[in-house]
């Protein structure tokens, strides 16, 4: 827009200003023209009057057809008569007298004391040379005026043609960028899960090879996210059945072995026994969400009553819980996700944080936001990102756990339309953010 808002005004300029000066300069030659034409007739005029009435200057003056509030001017035996009452002689300047006295034509533009413009053309009389001069002089009033209106136009022709020109570089740049905007918004789009997202061409051969390869590009994305969701989803179903008959034989086992270094090794394997159980969970979880075949169960929930429930099933009821008045008291979720993701963010505190120091709830008229806060050192910024990948755990193998909880957190809010995010705890250590929408996703 700028672009083609500056070219404009450029040659609109240029434009304008070449005719300005071509016009002008020619009313003005045409108006000294004229003007000499009728000073060279009326100066014929009074010397022939003069020829015949040497002793009535201002007689023979009278003869001169000035134009109108134009005057003239005689100087016969070193005096001057005007044809006006206002006109005077000192508007004359001393070299054009010079020149009329030397016996040669003279043409001059002049300023009179009322400010106003005058084409004086003056004219040595025949009758005698040298010191019968004639003067006339012709307002310049009505050149000023059309000048002036020709100026004016042409700057608001210029002004007319920017502004043109910015709409023009308007249109031609968003009819260039509507192709890139609908490719962003598609990415955009993708980028949020939308996998069934393809372009347009709308006909134009240039973008048809953009085009295609863009879908190209999304269609070998989805075939991949899809296959690799399939792997994971098949792989886990599969690992249940052996699972399940791991689980049924060391329930048989616990009943026969009493001894010491059995039941020992038997702890050991139901430890493992339900973090693979738990592991498998959380794998056909994200699978089913990256699928796209997880579906919403969506219940009226009072956000305060759901944060008790969830604390009170992991036996963490002294986790101080805090309502502030924007937040909502009731809003439509799916109480079986959101609890997860508060026992996940609740138990990646008392596992990686120190323990959960509190559980807030704020928001505003767009969303509800729960907030848990941890006595942990903090997560550094270049590092939040990290912590929601699948498998991410901390530097100590000994902590418990699958890497999967805040992968899964992040799915089950995201289903949601919402998103979660760390920042820093008012009181040190690491803030967990999430924020659902209040109202509920299509």
């Given at each position: 827009?700028?672009?083609?808002?500056g070219?404009?005004?450029?040659?609109?300029?240029l434009i304008?200003?070449v005719?300005?000066?071509?016009?002008?300069?020619?009313?003005i030659?045409?108006r000294?023209?004229?003007?000499?034409?009728?000073?060279?007739?009326n100066?014929?005029a009074?010397d022939?009057?003069?020829?015949?009435?040497?002793?009535?200057?201002a007689?023979?003056l009278?003869?001169?057809?000035?134009s109108a509030?134009?005057?003239a001017?005689l100087?016969?035996?070193?005096?001057?008569t005007s044809?006006?009452?206002?006109?005077?002689?000192s508007?004359?300047p001393?070299?054009?007298i010079?020149l009329?006295?030397?016996?040669d034509v003279?043409?001059?533009?002049?300023r009179?004391?009322?400010?106003?413009?005058?084409?004086?053309?003056?004219?040595?009389l025949a009758?005698a040379p040298?010191d019968t001069?004639?003067?006339?002089l012709?307002?310049m009033?009505?050149?000023?005026a059309?000048?002036n209106?020709?100026?004016?136009?042409?700057?608001l022709t210029?002004?007319?043609?920017?502004?043109?020109?910015v709409l023009?570089g308007?249109?031609?740049?968003?009819?260039i960028?509507?192709p890139?905007?609908?490719?962003?918004?598609?990415a955009?789009?993708?980028?949020a899960?939308?996998l069934?997202r393809r372009?347009?061409?709308?006909g134009?051969?240039d973008l048809?090879?953009?085009?295609?390869s863009f879908?190209?590009?999304?269609?070998?994305l989805?075939?991949?996210i899809?296959?690799?969701?399939?792997f994971?989803s098949?792989v886990?179903?599969?690992?249940?059945?052996?699972?399940?008959s791991?689980l049924?034989?060391l329930s048989v086992?616990?009943?026969?072995?009493?001894?010491p270094?059995?039941?020992e090794?038997?702890?050991?394997?139901?430890?493992?026994?339900d973090?693979?159980?738990?592991?498998?969970?959380?794998l056909?979880?994200?699978?089913?969400?990256?699928?796209?075949?997880?579906?919403l169960?969506?219940?009226?929930v009072?956000?305060?009553?759901?944060?008790?429930?969830?604390?009170?099933?992991?036996?963490?009821t002294d986790?101080?819980?805090?309502v502030?008045p924007s937040?909502a008291?009731r809003?439509?979720?799916?109480p079986?996700?959101i609890?997860?993701v508060?026992?996940n963010?609740?138990?990646n505190?008392?596992?990686y944080g120190?323990g959960?120091?509190?559980?807030?709830?704020?928001?505003?008229?767009?969303?509800?936001?729960?907030?848990?806060d941890?006595?942990?050192?903090?997560i550094?910024?270049?590092?939040?990102?990290?912590?929601?990948?699948?498998?991410?755990?901390?530097?100590?193998?000994s902590?418990?756990?699958?890497g999967?909880?805040?992968?899964?957190?992040?799915?089950?809010?995201?289903?949601?339309?919402?998103?979660?995010?760390?920042?820093?705890?008012?009181?040190g250590?690491?803030?967990?953010?999430?924020?659902l929408?209040?109202?509920?996703?299509a």
């Amino acid at each position: 827009m700028v672009a083609f808002g500056g070219l404009a005004f450029l040659v609109s300029a240029l434009i304008a200003v070449v005719c300005f000066e071509i016009t002008r300069s020619t009313l003005i030659r045409q108006r000294e023209r004229v003007a000499e034409r009728q000073a060279f007739v009326n100066a014929r005029a009074v010397d022939n009057a003069l020829t015949s009435a040497p002793d009535a200057p201002a007689q023979a003056l009278a003869d001169a057809q000035t134009s109108a509030q134009g005057f003239a001017l005689l100087r016969a035996d070193g005096e001057w008569t005007s044809s006006s009452v206002t006109g005077e002689a000192s508007v004359v300047p001393a070299a054009m007298i010079d020149l009329l006295e030397g016996g040669d034509v003279a043409r001059q533009r002049v300023r009179t004391a009322t400010g106003s413009v005058v084409v004086a053309v003056g004219v040595p009389l025949a009758s005698a040379p040298g010191d019968t001069l004639y003067v006339e002089l012709v307002p310049m009033g009505d050149v000023s005026a059309s000048i002036n209106r020709i100026r004016q136009g042409l700057l608001l022709t210029a002004m007319v043609t920017t502004l043109a020109g910015v709409l023009a570089g308007r249109w031609a740049s968003g009819r260039i960028l509507q192709p890139v905007s609908r490719t962003a918004e598609a990415a955009n789009l993708i980028s949020a899960g939308a996998l069934d997202r393809r372009l347009e061409s709308d006909g134009d051969a240039d973008l048809e090879p953009l085009v295609q390869s863009f879908n190209r590009m999304v269609d070998g994305l989805q075939e991949r996210i899809e296959r690799e969701a399939r792997f994971a989803s098949d792989v886990s179903h599969e690992l249940r059945t052996p699972l399940a008959s791991m689980l049924a034989a060391l329930s048989v086992a616990r009943r026969r072995v009493q001894e010491p270094a059995g039941v020992e090794a038997l702890d050991l394997l139901q430890t493992e026994s339900d973090r693979f159980t738990r592991l498998l969970t959380d794998l056909l979880e994200i699978s089913r969400v990256e699928a796209g075949v997880a579906e919403l169960s969506l219940a009226p929930v009072q956000p305060r009553q759901l944060v008790d429930e969830v604390l009170a099933s992991i036996d963490r009821t002294d986790v101080p819980v805090v309502v502030e008045p924007s937040a909502a008291t009731r809003v439509q979720l799916d109480p079986r996700r959101i609890g997860q993701v508060l026992v996940n963010l609740v138990q990646n505190a008392d596992n990686y944080g120190g323990g959960a120091t509190e559980v807030r709830l704020n928001g505003d008229r767009e969303v509800l936001r729960f907030l848990v806060d941890d006595a942990g050192p903090g997560i550094a910024p270049a590092e939040r990102e990290h912590v929601f990948e699948r498998f991410a755990r901390g530097a100590d193998p000994s902590v418990p756990g699958t890497g999967l909880g805040l992968a899964l957190v992040q799915e089950h809010v995201r289903l949601h339309g919402g998103s979660v995010r760390i920042d820093d705890a008012p009181a040190g250590g690491a803030r967990f953010v999430v924020e659902l929408p209040r109202e509920p996703v299509a």
